[in-house]
């Protein structure tokens, strides 16, 4: 089970971090990704992070803005996001994949949790 938290209103060059709890299942084997969708688009990867956190992508619209971490000891994955953009604004969906590889394909992902919206206001 996966429970993602944090979503917010925020102003376009604020930040945001929004959290996702998971349970159920050894949190040290599996892989996590933060996702979005926005109204009448696809869902898209943000950051992935894979189970011993050594491998990590992220998609080029967020690389240097957005920051994955994860806390196997409180079993959370994190995603810091700083200077906020407009089209940053989606439902942010945190997934996990059992698998020690990352992936930024959606229906690669065992696991999904309920999203958090961002809004970002310019």
């Known amino acids: 089970q996966l429970q993602a938290s944090g979503g917010g209103l925020v102003q376009a060059g604020g930040s945001l971090r929004i959290s996702c709890a998971a349970s159920g299942y050894p949190f040290g084997r599996l892989s996590m990704g933060w996702f979005r969708q926005a109204p009448g688009k696809e869902r898209e990867s943000v950051g992935t992070?894979?189970?011993?956190?050594?491998?990590?992508y992220y998609a080029d619209s967020v690389k240097g803005r957005f920051t994955i971490s994860r806390d196997d000891g409180k079993n959370m994955v994190y995603l810091q996001m700083n200077s906020l953009k407009p089209e940053d604004t989606a439902l942010y969906y945190c997934a996990a994949k059992r698998s020690s590889y990352y992936s930024k394909v959606p229906r690669e992902y065992d696991y999904w949790g309920q999203g958090t919206q961002v809004t970002v206001s310019s």
């Open positions: 992070i894979n189970w011993n956190g050594g491998r990590i």
